[in-house]
């Protein structure tokens, strides 16, 4: 089981550390929150929102359905963005060596459950920080259960880790 928040606070959220956690947030977010700023509208975890404003910000256009991936010099790790037509931006911070595959497929995954549930009007109109966290927080608690080993939703990350098993055995031998 990943990690998790387990109390709120005024700005931030309390986290409790649990087992493996390679995905280390994920959120939805609005290129402009009606004043020229981004603003992220649900957050799993509020500790990110400044890097993924300046992060939104630098970035004059982001296209709907278009995978986008940062790498590099974030010391969060890697962060992959997924928008979708009504303006609402997918986002998740990953470790960097996890799959970018299986965090695109984390994000179409909560693009899809998110228009086809019952939030997809209010998310579509959400304009302040952090005004829908709680309404999915428990969505967000799925994903990062379900995605957070990349090897059991990623076939190609499951073969990767197969082949380096092999290699090492025969290393060893």
């Excluded at 990943?2 to 939805?28: F, H, K, L, M």
């Excluded at 060596?97 to 984390?106: F, P, R």
Aim: aromatic letters at 6%; one cysteine or more.
């Amino acid at each position: 089981m990943a990690y998790r928040p387990v109390a709120q606070e005024a700005r931030g959220v309390i986290v409790e550390a649990r087992g493996v956690w390679n995905i280390r947030n994920v959120c939805i977010a609005r290129k402009d929150d009606g004043h020229g700023k981004p603003v992220i509208t649900a957050g799993w975890l509020a500790s990110h929102d400044t890097l993924l404003e300046q992060l939104l910000q630098s970035f004059p256009v982001i296209k709907p359905r278009k995978r986008y991936s940062v790498t590099g010099d974030i010391s969060s790790g890697s962060i992959h963005m997924l928008a979708d037509d009504d303006g609402r931006i997918y986002i998740t911070i990953t470790k960097s060596d996890y799959s970018h595959t299986a965090a695109h497929l984390l994000l179409e995954e909560l693009y899809r459950r998110v228009i086809e549930g019952p939030h997809n009007k209010s998310s579509r109109n959400a304009q302040t920080i952090h005004e829908l966290s709680n309404q999915f927080m428990g969505l967000f608690d799925n994903l990062v259960d379900k995605y957070d080993d990349a090897a059991a939703v990623d076939p190609m990350t499951r073969v990767a880790e197969q082949l380096e098993l092999v290699e090492s055995r025969m290393q060893q031998n």
